[in-house]
C-alpha cells in the first residue's frame, strides 16, 4: 500500500474512532454532548492525530494502538478552537465551513463544551487498553504540557497580549506561534513515538522534535498565507480574521510571497530532519507534505 493510501487509512480510522468516543447521550444536559460531538466532528483534515498514528507506524509500531492518544489530541485541538472563536476571544462566526460552536449553542454552553472535551481527552489516554499504563501516563503528560500554560493555552494568553502592540519582530512571532501551534505538532510526533520505540533512542526523540518544530511553524505560516489571500469557501472560516483583530502575522511582516517561500524552507528542514533518520520515504513525509500543499 502507498504512503498516501495509508495516511487516508488513518484519517478514516481516527474520524471513526471519534465518533466511538464521544458520548451521543447524558442524563443531565444532550445539548452539552450534541455539542461535544458538533465541536469535534465538524469536519477537519486530521493532521495532528494522523501525525501521532504516522509516527508510531514509521517506528515499526501497530498505528491502532496509536488511535486513542490520536483521538486525544484531536479532542484537545477541538476544544482549544471552540474557546479561540467565542465573542471574548475571537468572535468568529464560521468554523470549517459551518456555525461555529457558540453560534449554534451559545457562548456560555460552548464555554462548557470545549471544558467537558478536556477531562474526556485524558480519560481516553489513562483508560486505553492497548499500550502499557507507563506510556500511558508518558502520553497523557505530554498532552498536558502542550495545551496548558507552557503551550497553547500560554500562547494564546500571549497572543491577546500582543495584539495590542503596534510593532512584532520575527522571532517574536515565531515563539509565539511554537507554543500556540507549534507545541501540538512536537506533542503529535513525540506521542506517536513513545507508542511505538520499543526503547527510547534518543537520537530518534531529538530528531523528531525538531521535525515536529518545523512542521508546526510551516503550518502556522500557511494558515496565515491563506487567511489574507484566500476566500471563506476554501478557509471555511472568516476571511481576514488575523487582519480584523489587528494581528501581526507572517504574511504582514513578510509579504504573502516571501512568507509562502518560508513555509517552503520550514518543510524542507523539516523533510531534512526525516531523511537524517532514514525516513525520507515514510508516511510522515506525507502528513508534512499536506500541512503545506494548500499553498502553491
Not at 447524558?26 to 452539552?32: F, Y
Not at 471574548?88 to 464555554?111: E, L, N
Not at 517574536?172 to 507549534?182: D, M, N, P, Q, S
Amino acid at each position: 500500500m502507498s504512503t498516501e493510501g495509508l495516511l487516508d487509512i488513518f484519517v478514516t480510522s481516527i474520524e471513526s474512532r471519534l465518533d466511538d468516543i464521544l458520548p451521543n447521550a447524558s442524563e443531565h444536559s444532550q445539548d452539552l454532548v450534541d455539542g461535544m460531538r458538533y465541536a469535534v466532528l465538524n469536519g477537519g483534515k486530521r493532521l495532528r492525530g494522523s501525525l501521532v498514528c504516522a509516527t508510531t507506524h514509521t517506528l515499526s509500531g501497530s498505528y491502532d494502538n496509536a488511535l486513542d492518544s490520536a483521538c486525544a489530541l484531536e479532542c484537545i485541538h477541538a476544544y482549544s478552537l471552540v474557546h479561540d472563536d467565542l465573542p471574548v476571544m475571537d468572535d468568529a462566526d464560521i468554523r470549517r465551513g459551518k456555525p461555529s460552536c457558540h453560534k449554534v449553542f451559545g457562548p456560555a454552553m460552548a464555554t462548557l463544551i470545549g471544558d467537558a472535551l478536556q477531562p474526556l481527552a485524558f480519560n481516553v489516554i489513562l483508560e486505553c487498553a492497548d499500550i502499557p499504563r507507563e506510556k500511558r501516563l508518558e502520553v497523557a503528560k505530554v498532552l498536558s504540557r502542550s495545551a496548558g500554560w507552557r503551550g497553547m493555552v500560554g500562547g494564546q494568553a500571549w497572543d491577546i497580549q500582543l495584539t495590542a502592540q503596534s510593532e512584532l519582530r520575527v522571532e517574536e512571532l515565531r515563539r509565539l506561534h511554537a507554543a500556540k501551534t507549534g507545541e501540538f505538532f512536537v506533542a503529535a510526533v513525540d506521542i506517536g513515538r513513545i507508542i511505538g520505540e520499543e526503547h527510547r533512542d534518543d537520537q530518534i526523540s531529538a530528531g523528531m522534535r525538531r521535525f515536529g518544530e518545523y512542521l508546526g511553524e510551516a503550518f502556522q505560516v500557511v494558515d496565515d498565507v491563506i487567511d489574507c489571500s484566500e476566500s471563506s469557501d476554501v478557509t471555511g472560516k472568516p476571511i481576514g480574521q488575523d487582519e480584523r483583530l489587528g494581528k501581526q502575522t507572517f504574511p504582514v511582516l513578510l509579504g504573502i510571497s516571501q512568507a509562502t517561500a518560508y513555509a517552503h524552507e520550514l518543510l524542507g528542514k523539516a523533510m531534512n530532519e526525516l531523511n537524517q533518520l532514514g525516513f525520507a520515504d515514510s508516511v510522515l513525509a506525507d502528513v508534512a507534505k499536506r500541512c503545506i500543499e494548500r499553498i502553491s
